[in-house]
């Protein structure tokens, strides 16, 4: 590749990686506050966090599996599908 050309291929992946760990962090995120949320309020202790626990990081965590398994599958793809994205763009 001659320098000031861009390797689409690459790009993509690097996109694809960035968003999949983007999904897999928002989840983090977003399964914390739903805890927060539906754990109770601190002043009592939080009564009903233990209650919370399993079935919120049940879903969650299937979230993040469904995603991380998802980006095993297409990666392979993207790479075997770089043959596309060989005509390289001059920026």
Not at 8 to 35: I, S
Not at 48 to 71: C, D, E, H, N, Q
């Amino acid at each position: 590749m001659r320098q000031g050309q861009r390797n689409l291929a690459a790009e993509f992946r690097g996109l694809g990686q960035l968003l999949v760990q983007a999904t897999k962090d928002t989840t983090t995120v977003v399964e914390n506050v739903h805890r927060e949320i539906i754990g109770g309020p601190a002043l009592l202790g939080r009564p009903l966090l233990p209650f919370v626990k399993l079935p919120v990081g049940i879903v969650y965590g299937t979230i993040r599996g469904i995603t991380g398994r998802s980006a095993r599958d297409l990666i392979p793809h993207w790479r075997s599908s770089s043959r596309y994205f060989r005509a390289s763009v001059t920026c």
